[in-house]
């Protein structure tokens, strides 16, 4: 972004101006797709985490199917970052060799995947808030961001018809399914919220038409999911309580340790390649 | 059009508007030798598949005298596939004497079921695998039987999801619906 603006402003100076509201564009974009990209590579992660050790077989190789679906929506947006960049980093080195404050992953995203009904609920909820995300995110200006919004949709979509009869089925189930769906809801509530926060630099992009403004999709979320989970008879108050800081490098305790299982290989033998 | 898939009497032999559109960027392309050539190129994970019949081969172009970028598309995101299928498209191409190639990924369009060809459909169903059908209740592929029931959302990769046979208890997969 740097060479950019200084490349042009050589030769004219009527456009430094300009040039700098484009320059902070570009790095707003850049903090964009990598922040999509950390949210996608953390909860990619944390389902791979189920890779045998799912309660059966065929949730095993679901689980990690999802999985695999989010690392492959973060390989799209790293790509994207590294070029908006334009060091010449590569997507592994995006994943691999940054720390915990310079991840911005959201916090929910991060948390360890506990019994199998929290990873559900976890699930359902990111769902349902990607559904109303991306659907807006498809019509973003950039394009590039647009199409990897219209490809990650489907996958959406599917992932969502997997995880509402997951939880019709706890939620009804017997006690102890209810009890866990009721536990995995109370642990989740307070990070709920920070899926509707919108930094300043993400509002500026949602004012270019790039970002969406994740605010308006809370009345949504919170009248879905309640409407929901309600037909169980689970009552859900509401996404307000806030425990916030992911996006600011900000994590709970539990990122450390994931990344640190992650990065492990690519730490210890950089560059390694399958 | 009726496309009442469970339907098979009355089935109208039509061509989906997006395979017709594939069809035609085939068709108009100056690079009709590297088509042929990449005919020979198929899904790693479905032996039988052609890239072509399964909607991933999208376009050639050419910048340069000889120098060609072949477009494809990936089913799932986070096909683990790609890789490979970027060797054997080199490959095809460098044994056929075209050795300056190489593979761009293009996220739009983004890849859907109604990209594969009814071709792709038969090569599909020939190694025992459910098509894509329009209600996601496929038939299964061994005896036919509409009875069939499922198992797990996803089969052995991220296209498929897992069924059971209630008439003859066969497995299966089946390429699930994207649209």
Redesign the interface.
Known sequence: MQATSSNKTNSSNTTIGAEKTHSLLNENRYRFALALADDAVVL?HRLSEWCSNAPFL??D??LT?????????A??FYQYATELEGKGHSEDQMAFFRTEREYTNLLILELPIGDFAFTMVRQFFVDVFYKLYLEQLMTSTD??IA??A???I??TR?HL??SEPWIRQLSEGTEESRSRINRALDELKSFVGELFIMPEWETQLANEGIAVDRKTLQQDWDAYVQKFLGESNIEFEDSKTLIRGGREGIHTEHLGHLLSEMQYLQRAHPGLE? | MINHEGDHALQIPTLHPVFAERIKIRSQSEYQKLWTILDSVHDPELPGVTIWDLGILQDIKSHADNAFTIVIT?T?????AV?AIKQDIIKALSKAGYDQVNVEIS??P???TNMISPEGHKQIAALNIAPPVTNDAPDCPVCGSHKTQL????????CKA?YRCEQCSETFDYF?Q??
Not at chain 2, 151 to 158: C, K, N, R
């Open positions: 990619g065929e949730e190789i679901a199917n999802v999985s695999l679906d989010y690392i492959g929506r390989r799209m394009e590039r199409a990897i219209a490809k990650s489907k996958e599917y018809k997997r399958w | 990936l799932y995101s986070g096909c683990p890789d996220l739009t983004a890849w859907n198992l797990s959302q996803f089969g052995s990769t991220s897992f699930k994207l649209e």
